[in-house]
């Protein structure tokens, strides 16, 4: 019993030096997603460190890349990350795939579906449990205060006033609060997402011509990540 307690207490050691190395750190990861209709640039949340961790360990092992946006719906989000999608026929079915493992749900009341906001796909798990591997981007739309008022009852989680004004002033996807893992943000090419919404698509979802994606990883100061993109880190 006392060895594993050491190892117990070990353990939460080590987490809480990587959890303050993380803060302290003075430069962050930018994830580009490049498509044929242009390229999109992402940050991805501390506050979800295993979707973070194995985000970025696919794209670097180039995972992603040759895979498809294969779920598209216009004022909601664009959907990709299924293996399948990778040299699948014109009138395939995707979005069953998977890469063999779920990660655990990190949420976070502060971290919500607005635009622009990448959010991890999942099946219908009682401990809503993400897919190791599929993910969608935020398209979203803006909302009435009655119309988000409906919106926000159906979330698994009471909204924020902040996040409300956001909801009705940049748009979003509020009823998904609570219910998937958000853990990043595109900071750059927000107009892509709204390029690839709007694609032709056929009954399923599935843009009529494919939208392959290719994904990498560069690390950058955060000082040059505000400066270049706007993005403002928290103190």
């Not at 989000?77 to 990660?103: C, F, H, T, V, W």
């Not at 409300?164 to 107009?191: C, N, S, W």
């Amino acid at each position: 019993m006392k060895i594993r307690k050491s190892i117990l207490l070990a353990f939460v050691c080590l987490y809480s030096l990587s959890v303050s190395a993380q803060k302290k750190s003075k430069k962050d990861e930018v994830v580009t997603i490049e498509t044929d209709l242009g390229s999109m640039k992402l940050i991805l949340f501390d506050e979800t460190p295993k979707h973070k961790a194995n985000f970025l360990k696919l794209s670097n092992e180039k995972f992603y890349d040759g895979l498809l946006f294969h779920r598209v719906i216009d004022a909601f989000m664009i959907q990709g990350g299924d293996p399948d999608s990778r040299n699948a026929k014109p009138d395939e079915m995707l979005g069953k795939g998977d890469n063999g493992y779920k990660i655990p749900a990190e949420f976070s009341p502060k971290l919500f579906h607005q635009k622009g906001a990448l959010a991890a796909a999942r099946d219908n798990n009682p401990a809503k449990e993400s897919s190791g591997c599929q993910f969608y981007i935020v398209q979203g739309r803006k909302w009435s205060k009655n119309d988000l008022d409906k919106q926000a009852a159906r979330a698994a989680r009471k909204l924020t006033d902040e996040q409300r004004k956001v909801y009705e002033t940049i748009g979003g996807t509020p009823h998904l609060d609570g219910a998937y893992t958000v853990f990043g943000q595109v900071i750059d090419g927000m107009e892509v997402v709204d390029k690839i919404g709007a694609v032709s698509k056929d009954e399923r979802d599935r843009p009529e011509k494919n939208i392959a994606m290719k994904v990498s990883v560069k690390k950058m100061k955060k000082k040059k990540i505000t400066r270049k993109y706007g993005w403002n880190y928290e103190a």
